[in-house]
């Protein structure tokens, strides 16, 4: 197909989204070896604002630069968070099977409302991570961690995103709310079935519910120190309806981003010579090897979405109200308007990176997430002495997303680790 390009030869003027046709597919930033060579790309083409395509005839800018980017996230009354703001919701432009539903679809929780609403539904959320006990989290996650090393690592061989990075978040979160390990096991396995497709996604969804409303019913009736009495105690959330919303979006935002993190590090750890000298005793600890990963390889490469209120111009682009906007925070975090010298990642200590997001929505769970992530990559390091990749490291899969570049399976062998006895 010929595109239109994207700015007008005759007037010179940069033309709608709606006009361009042709544009590069926003998978091709995370489906490809390396996605700072598609970002440039689309930088030199188009400037910190380029046109995108998410899925076959459905166009959004994806904005690059690292200023462009906190534009957008500070200025909600110009970019908001509720999809229902975005135009292909209501001209017929997105198809009802669509694959971008999921992420940018209306739902009643903090993340997709802006404004007053948002600000009454994220404080039960701040409120209950900063009274998170981060010693006794750590001593959790640690415990857990083992116990979750201690089902493969006789064998010698294990999927650390499989058996290890998909599994800790979501028990580490599940266990501040309160639920017994075998209910956070439970709770795991239907969160990933709901989201599936199929007959079996609606009882998954109904399971996930009764698991919230039976926590919630013991809290109200005896409470506990845990984040599920936090949030029932808290005069914010109007309903049950709003606490189960609010458990939801907490265990869901956990869930994919800490996982993809604690990958993405052990993934550096296992393919890169350099990373791994620095884990394994070097000048540098695993808090410099996590900033590292955030700056280059955050788990959310291209964030889902801000959808424009009104007309206006970012990074010289013609914004039209009802356009979405992507985040490219990958991109934003190389932006070499910000790296005069490059190579961001090597300024030790410098976490300018915006991979937590930033303005109102800025993720509120930093302090958490960075425990968990570290204590399960220290611990299976300390646990799996020996850890070696079992595939060359290009061949490590990515999980196919528009959003992200998670790998799919970190394949390793190890020297098989003697079970301990119960029989003390
Ligand atoms: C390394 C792991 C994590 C990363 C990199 C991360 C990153 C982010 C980012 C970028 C956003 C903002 C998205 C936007 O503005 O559109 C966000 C929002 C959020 N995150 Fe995290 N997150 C992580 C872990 C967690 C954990 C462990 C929790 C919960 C315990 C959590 C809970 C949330 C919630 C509730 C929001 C929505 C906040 C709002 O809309 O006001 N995140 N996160």
């Known amino acids: 197909m010929t595109s239109t390009p994207s700015v007008d030869c005759l007037t010179g003027a940069r033309r709608p989204l709606a006009e361009l046709t042709g544009l590069t597919p926003l998978v091709a930033t995370t489906m490809c070896p390396d996605p700072q060579h598609v970002y ?3 930088r030199d083409e188009h400037g910190p604002v380029a046109p995108v395509e998410l899925e076959p005839g ?5 904005v690059l630069g690292y200023q462009e980017i906190l534009t957008v996230l500070r200025q909600e009354q110009v970019f908001a968070c509720d999809p229902d703001n975005w135009s292909a919701h209501h001209d017929g432009s997105l198809p009802a099977e669509s694959l971008l539903r999921p992420m940018m679809s209306p739902y009643n929780n903090a993340y997709f409302t802006d404004g007053e609403r948002h600000r009454r539904l994220r404080a039960p959320i701040d409120g209950g991570m900063a009274r998170i006990d981060q010693r006794a989290m750590r001593r959790a996650v640690a415990a857990l961690c083992t116990e979750v090393i201690g089902s493969f690592a006789g064998r010698g061989e294990a999927d650390l995103v499989v058996d290890y990075a998909a599994v800790v978040p979501l028990l580490a979160v599940a266990d501040r709310f309160g639920l017994e390990p075998e209910v956070g096991r439970e ?5 990933m079935n709901s989201f599936a497709w199929g007959a079996d996604a609606e009882a998954a969804r109904r399971r996930v519910m009764t698991i919230f409303a039976d926590v919630v019913a013991a809290r109200r009736a005896a409470p506990a ?59 540098l600890g695993v808090d410099d090897a996590l900033d590292e ?14 959808y424009a209120l009104r007309d206006t111009e970012l990074g010289g682009q013609p914004i039209r109200r009802g356009d979405a906007l992507i985040l490219g925070l990958t991109a934003a975090n190389a932006d070499p308007r910000i790296h005069p010298i490059g190579q961001a990642w090597l300024e030790v200590g410098n976490r300018a990176h915006l991979s937590w997001g930033a303005g109102p929505h800025a993720c509120p769970a930093q302090v958490p997430a960075r425990l968990i992530v570290r204590t399960a990559v220290e611990t299976a390091l300390h646990l799996l002495p020996g850890v070696r990749l079992a595939i060359p490291a290009d061949e490590v899969p990515t999980v196919p997303s528009p959003w992200g570049r998670s790998p799919a399976a970190l394949p390793v062998r190890f020297p098989p680790v003697a079970q301990e006895s119960d029989e003390h």
């Open 293 to 306: 990963v955030l700056w280059r390889d955050p788990p959310m490469t291209n964030a889902p979405a801000r």
């Open 225 to 283: 120190d845990d984040l599920t009495t936090f949030l029932v105690q808290h005069p914010n959330l109007r309903d049950d309806a709003e606490i189960f919303d609010t458990m939801m979006l907490t265990l869901v935002a956990a869930n994919e981003n800490t996982a993809t993190t604690i990958a993405q590090t052990l993934r550096l750890m296992l393919t890169d010579e350099r990373f791994a000298g620095r884990l394994r005793g070097g000048r």
């Open 187 to 191: 709770l795991r396995i239907a969160l």
């Open 58 to 62: 459905v166009p959004a800018w994806l």
């Open 40 to 42: 440039q790309r689309l």
